[in-house]
């Protein structure tokens, strides 16, 4: 079992909707979580990180962890055909270096 | 603010040669991340550094693979001898004790060995 669990995707919203996003971690140690945005051949982008139960917002971005159930969500409010892209989910167990990603899920915003 | 610095951005070598990697972190990051990016096994941590110290190289491949951090502001990852299935994307990321474990990703080298 992979440690961080992304559905793969595509996940096709048409542009002005609400894109969700979903990860569950399997270990209980895991404190803080982390979104990644990663257009085609570029780098991962930082974009959301949360550490506490409950909803952060940023902009258009809402994260979501749920720690009882080891879920968390990214929610993209008004996408636009520029939030297309792989978002990787990541999570870290506190007082740990070690950030273990995702596989990614790929997103397309159609116009 | 410069981000992390990699170079080659792009490398194509034969299998055989020798392979080495750069990375300078973000000036005052005192951990040093090196990942490795495919297709079919996605983003994968190969070893980190903190303070200039290698902490945790369990996903190393095999001893083709090295790494060394000699100063605060550079890497290098070496790869000898190179094989095809070497060819990848490889990413150095940096981080800042005490600020979350947010770490920030250098543009990457695109290693192609044929």
């Known amino acids: 079992q992979k440690e961080v669990e992304q559905n793969s995707g595509p996940l096709s919203v048409p542009e002005g909707a609400i894109a969700s996003l979903n990860c569950t971690y399997s270990d209980r140690g895991s404190q803080s979580f982390f979104w990644y945005r990663q257009y085609s051949g570029k780098s991962p982008e930082l974009i959301m990180s949360i550490y506490s139960n409950g909803d952060k917002e940023d902009g258009r971005f809402t994260a979501q962890l749920n720690k009882a159930s080891q879920y968390v969500s990214l929610l993209i409010r008004d996408s636009q055909p520029s939030d297309s892209a792989t978002y990787l989910c990541?999570?870290?167990?506190?007082?740990?270096?070690?950030?273990?990603f995702g596989t990614g899920t790929k997103l397309q915003v159609i116009p | 603010d410069a981000g992390v610095i990699q170079s080659p951005r792009h490398e194509v070598t034969e299998m055989g040669q020798e392979v080495t990697l750069r990375c300078k972190p973000i000036?005052?990051?005192?951990?040093l991340f090196w990942y490795r990016q495919t297709m079919m096994r996605g983003l994968e941590l190969l070893i980190y550094?903190?303070?200039?110290?290698?902490?945790?190289d369990s996903g190393m491949p095999e001893d083709r693979f090295s790494a060394k951090m000699p100063n605060a502001s550079f890497s290098t990852l070496k790869i000898q001898p190179s094989e095809p299935r070497d060819s990848a994307v490889y990413f150095c990321?940096?981080?800042?004790?005490?600020?979350?474990?947010?770490?920030?990703f250098g543009p990457g080298t695109r290693l192609t060995v044929t």
């Open positions: 000036s005052g990051h005192d951990y």
């Open positions: 990321a940096s981080s800042l004790e005490g600020s979350g474990y947010e770490q920030y």
């Open positions: 550094f903190n303070n200039n110290v290698p902490i945790d």
């Open positions: 990541a999570a870290i167990i506190q007082g740990y270096q070690k950030v273990t």
